[in-house]
């Protein structure tokens, strides 16, 4: 069976280095229209066959994005970055590597994985979007499984019917296509920067084409793909555990969150006996509504664990669940929508060919029966195994992927390695084996960090320094000097705040104009009161009155609103993910401003029409009073009050 898989493997190489001289590169305009202006970064697609081994002609096309070295270096390095999923395309993350530093010594390679992104044919642009409406839904874990296989099914029909070869679009072809890539443009090898999923792909590329490879730097790598989904749970729950014994050691924590690791349980039983209707944005489900049950709750603790900053919400996020707020659970569902924005055709191109088939289910059935409150693993992972059952029945056993990787212990390139503490999907124990695979290889453990550590600021220097010299000694105590978690404690719950933050961070001036102009006339009057009130030109009671009020309730509006977007800006700098449930306690002040702004507007406006006959320039002062109204209206839509 070795020696047979020898042989299909070099006469598939042997068919990829006669096609890679046909490949070809054809320049064209931007992908992102944010960079349509941009000189020192080249857009174009690689030419290549969908069926490398094939002698058919038929083509794809891979987008790519190449980032000039911001030096003069002539005959630069290069890294080539392949993004992970499998499924999420490479040149989308492009504003990581704007200002990376291996810029300034290496031309930074970008590309869309076949078949996902802006590479032609796309595979499926709108799978995650039915799969987040199945989620949605309030029915059994079964349903979920029967209907989310149904769409994946339909989708590979559709496949079909174009005339793609699915059996193409996976980590070996890939592999040929860097490797058609890198000739094509002309490097005699390069640096190889794989990420998650994409670290597999790497490896792949690495065995196959030792030749090409300078360096490789891989995040959050995969080690055997066998033990992928087997290990799935129990690489979750080791994660999880991480954060319920920091939160148990600190008194101060635990007597906010008393209990942690049992509520987590009892969320879980909770939500299997009620599950949870909030309400969410119709952008993001047509419906308005989205239903958690007990696998939505522990999807998303999962996905929390990913991100440092979620890390540190991970406690309030339980307890949220455990009190059912629908309000901050609402916002939660829209990360839960960017969870599902990646190419899920290529995604189960890839999961069927090359990871299901050589995992064991009953092995995985096993590995979750340690744990018996979380009442089964998380089905969304588990599912993979039926839909890749129906995906794969009738088919010849020669699509199923199997990769022997042995031949990388006599690479002689460096390797540097890096692996998140709360990586819940690609653990510690990854990051050493796949060190340890290379007989140059490095690891560095990301103390504090989830999925993907090597884009944080001591990750990109890191990074940076072992590229462009691999042979100083790494430092494998970098992350020692990273902040501790610091979990988020003393939130007062607000649904408005991250509604704000939105309007924020993605303004829009057709709808914000009005306030703007409403504040400029609020501040302007409130001057021109103040000085007329000192200059007595008021001369009745009642005029007098009423320009103090109006003065008292402009400025106390305009600190309000200051004070509301400068603490939303502060909150952001240290963890973003707060602005979801609220603002910290500290932050309360904001809160009574904006009760006391009301009270004194709605006096203020009464007052007005009670003595409306008897004030002078009454069209004036309801231009003002109207202004505040506005700014009133402002926060009741964002729902701060």
Not at 137 to 152: F, G, I, L, P, Y
Not at 448 to 465: D, N
């Amino acid at each position: 069976m070795k020696i047979k898989s020898i042989i299909t493997v070099t006469l598939i190489l042997l068919f990829s280095k006669i096609n890679a001289q046909n490949a070809t590169f054809e320049k064209r305009d931007a992908f992102l229209f944010q960079f349509e202006k941009t000189n020192n970064i080249d857009w174009g697609y690689l030419n290549v066959p969908e069926t490398w081994e094939s002698s058919n002609g038929k083509k794809i096309k891979i987008a790519v994005a190449i980032l000039k070295t911001t030096s003069n270096i002539k005959n630069t390095n290069a890294v080539v970055f392949i993004q992970g999923g499998p499924g999420a395309g490479g040149i989308d993350n492009i504003w990581s590597w704007i200002d990376h530093p291996l810029r300034k010594n290496n031309d930074i390679i970008l590309f869309d994985v076949r078949g996902t992104g802006y590479s032609e044919p796309r595979l499926s642009k709108n799978l995650g979007e039915k799969f987040l409406a199945i989620l949605a839904k309030n029915q059994s874990r079964a349903e979920d499984e029967k209907q989310k296989t149904s769409a994946v099914m339909s989708m590979k029909q559709e496949l079909l019917n174009k005339k793609y070869d699915i059996d193409s679009y996976n980590s070996l072809s890939t592999a040929q296509d860097l490797h058609a890539l890198k000739s094509v443009l002309g490097y005699k090898n390069w640096n190889v920067y794989g990420v998650s999923y994409g670290t597999y792909i790497a490896q792949v590329y690495a065995d196959a084409y030792p030749q090409d490879i300078k360096t490789v730097l891989l995040d959050s790598p995969v080690y055997d793909i066998s033990t992928y989904y087997v290990n799935n749970t129990s690489n979750y729950m080791n994660s999880l555990h991480k954060v319920f014994e920091i939160c148990k050691k600190d008194k101060q924590i635990n007597a906010q969150y008393p209990n942690l690791e049992q509520t987590y349980y009892n969320v879980i039983a909770d939500l299997e006996k009620r599950p949870l209707t909030v309400d969410v944005d119709k952008s993001i489900i047509p419906t308005g509504k989205f239903t958690y049950n007990a696998e939505d709750f522990k999807v998303a603790i999962q996905q929390a664990l990913y991100n440092k900053q979620l890390v540190e919400v991970i406690p309030l996020l339980i307890y949220q669940f455990h009190k059912r707020e629908e309000a901050p659970l609402g916002n939660l569902v829209s990360a839960l929508s960017n969870l599902l924005g990646m190419d899920y055709g290529v995604y189960y191109c890839m999961t069927c060919n090359e990871a299901i088939p050589n995992n064991d289910y009953s092995k995985f059935k096993q590995n979750t029966a340690e744990y018996k409150q979380l009442k089964g693993g998380i089905s969304f992972y588990e599912s993979d195994f039926k839909v890749c059952n129906a995906w794969n029945t009738n088919r010849a056993a020669n699509a199923i992927k199997h990769y022997d990787l042995s031949k990388l212990s006599s690479a002689d390139y460096p390797v540097l390695v890096f692996s998140g503490e709360f990586d819940p999907i690609t653990p510690l124990d990854n990051g050493q084996k796949v060190a340890a695979r290379f007989k140059n290889g490095h690891f560095i453990e990301a103390k504090t960090y989830g999925h993907v550590p090597a884009f944080t600021k001591i990750g990109r220097e890191t990074a940076e320094k072992f590229i462009n010299n691999p042979e100083q000694k790494i430092n494998a105590k970098a992350f020692d000097e990273a902040a501790k978690i610091a979990i988020v404690t003393g939130v007062t719950l607000n649904k408005g705040v991250s509604v704000t933050g939105k309007s924020i961070s993605q303004p829009d001036p057709v709808f914000l104009i009005p306030l703007l102009i409403a504040l400029v006339i609020m501040l302007v009057f409130a001057a021109v009161y103040i000085i007329k009130l000192i200059k007595n030109i008021y001369t009745t009671k009642q005029d007098k009155i009423l320009r103090i009020g109006i003065i008292i309730t402009s400025l106390i509006g305009l600190s309000l609103l200051g004070s509301l977007i400068m603490a939303i800006l502060e909150v952001s700098k240290k963890n973003f993910f707060v602005l979801a449930f609220g603002l910290p306690e500290n932050f309360n002040y904001v809160f009574s401003l904006v009760s006391t702004f009301f009270i004194l507007l709605a006096l203020t406006f009464a007052y007005y029409i009670i003595t409306i006959k008897k004030t002078n320039d009454r069209s004036i002062v309801f231009t003002v009073i109207f202004s505040n109204v506005l700014l009133a209206t402002y926060l009741l839509y964002w729902g701060i009050l």
